[in-house]
């Protein structure tokens, strides 16, 4: 009864609020059509790869029945060192702080256990459902969003508590983040339709080769080439650049970007930037790599 009446009393105070952060990463090897050279991620023991670090061993890459490799987007995952779900991994996450902005405390869970500084995050969506409630106390998780190129993800350091997970190679994951995480994948397959959200993948130019890599990472499967490069070029999205892309002994492939809007001079939808000038933001990069932070 004692420990009915806490659980009831504690369903009664202000919900627990706190800040997590999906970031979905390519490695270099994905953006060139190399996905099958990347390590695999063991997800019985909570290991996975350095993105950069190991690309010339194992598969990480999905297949296809026929054994085609498929780019695979990746996310870094933090180990839970306390109840509940002590051992599980989770999303970076965080505490709001007094006087401290959303957009501050989003940056400050990624600095302080993955060392990553994105250009830019965007709000996904702040999940509150009763179901979350653990030992009686409400739960509300404000998340936020990023995708981030080869130059940003080489700010990532790998720790005991901190790694890199492919996306359809998950481990156990604590509270409703496998959740959380589909719906960041959904968000970013609808949005691929009709912005320049690849951009963030893959760079402001880029092959056509390269921009479907990033169509195969975010969906999950092949695409045929010629059909997407008629799709591409038939959508008005993207326009050539008059340049071309070197590449070994193949023949050079045209460079492409997305095209301006109309009378704007800008492209496709873009997120806001994160913001650096926050009151306090030191711009630290934080040392706990893991062990401080508190996922939700």
Same mark, same amino acid.
């Given at each position: 009864?004692?420990?009915?009446?806490?659980?009831?009393?504690?369903?009664?105070?202000?919900?627990?609020?706190?800040?997590?952060?999906?970031?979905?990463?390519?490695?270099?090897?994905?953006?060139?059509?190399?996905?099958?050279?990347?390590?695999?991620?063991?997800?019985?023991?909570?290991?996975?790869?350095?993105?950069?670090?190991?690309?010339?061993?194992?598969?990480?890459?999905?297949?296809?029945?026929?054994?085609?490799?498929?780019?695979?987007?990746?996310?870094?995952?933090?180990?839970?060192?306390?109840?509940?779900?002590?051992?599980?991994?989770?999303?970076?996450?965080?505490?709001?702080?007094?006087?401290?902005?959303?957009?501050?405390?989003?940056?400050?869970?990624?600095?302080?256990?993955?060392?990553?500084?994105?250009? =830019?995050?965007?709000?996904? =969506?702040?999940?509150?459902?009763?179901?979350?409630?653990?030992?009686?106390?409400?739960?509300?998780?404000?998340?936020?969003?990023?995708?981030?190129?080869?130059?940003?993800?080489?700010?990532?350091?790998?720790?005991?508590?901190?790694?890199?997970?492919?996306?359809?190679?998950?481990?156990?994951?604590?509270?409703?983040?496998?959740?959380?995480?589909?719906?960041?994948?959904?968000?970013?397959?609808?949005?691929?339709?009709?912005?320049?959200?690849?951009?963030?993948?893959?760079?402001?130019?880029?092959?056509?080769?390269?921009?479907?890599?990033?169509?195969?990472?975010?969906?999950?499967?092949?695409?045929?080439?010629?059909?997407?490069?008629?799709?591409?070029?038939?959508?008005?999205?993207?326009?050539?650049?008059?340049?071309?892309?070197?590449?070994?002994?193949?023949?050079?492939?045209?460079?492409?970007? =997305?095209?301006?809007?109309?009378?704007?001079?800008?492209?496709?939808?873009?997120?806001?930037?994160?913001?650096?000038?926050?009151?306090?933001?030191?711009?630290?990069?934080?040392?706990?790599?893991?062990?401080?932070?508190?996922?939700?």
């Amino acid at each position: 009864m004692h420990i009915s009446a806490n659980v009831s009393e504690r369903a009664k105070e202000p919900p627990n609020i706190g800040v997590s952060v999906v970031i979905l990463a390519l490695g270099p090897s994905d953006l060139d059509g190399r996905a099958d050279n990347l390590p695999a991620a063991n997800t019985v023991s909570g290991t996975a790869p350095d993105i950069h670090a190991t690309a010339s061993r194992t598969d990480t890459a999905s297949r296809t029945s026929n054994g085609d490799a498929v780019p695979t987007l990746r996310i870094p995952l933090v180990r839970r060192i306390r109840q509940p779900f002590l051992g599980d991994w989770a999303l970076p996450g965080g505490d709001l702080q007094g006087g401290r902005s959303l957009e501050y405390a989003a940056e400050k869970a990624l600095r302080s256990t993955t060392s990553l500084h994105p250009q =830019y995050l965007e709000q996904l =969506y702040t999940f509150g459902d009763p179901s979350r409630s653990h030992g009686g106390l409400p739960m509300v998780s404000i998340v936020y969003w990023a995708l981030i190129g080869e130059t940003e993800a080489k700010d990532f350091r790998e720790a005991q508590n901190v790694r890199w997970f492919p996306v359809n190679q998950l481990p156990p994951l604590a509270f409703d983040h496998k959740d959380i995480i589909e719906y960041a994948l959904t968000r970013v397959r609808n949005k691929i339709e009709y912005s320049n959200i690849a951009t963030r993948l893959v760079g402001s130019e880029f092959t056509l080769s390269q921009l479907r890599n990033v169509y195969e990472a975010i969906y999950g499967r092949k695409l045929d080439a010629p059909n997407f490069r008629r799709r591409m070029l038939s959508t008005g999205m993207v326009e050539p650049t008059g340049e071309k892309l070197a590449r070994g002994a193949h023949r050079p492939a045209c460079l492409y970007r =997305y095209v301006a809007h109309a009378g704007t001079g800008k492209s496709a939808t873009s997120a806001k930037p994160a913001k650096s000038g926050q009151p306090g933001h030191t711009g630290d990069t934080g040392t706990a790599h893991g062990t401080t932070a508190t996922p939700r």
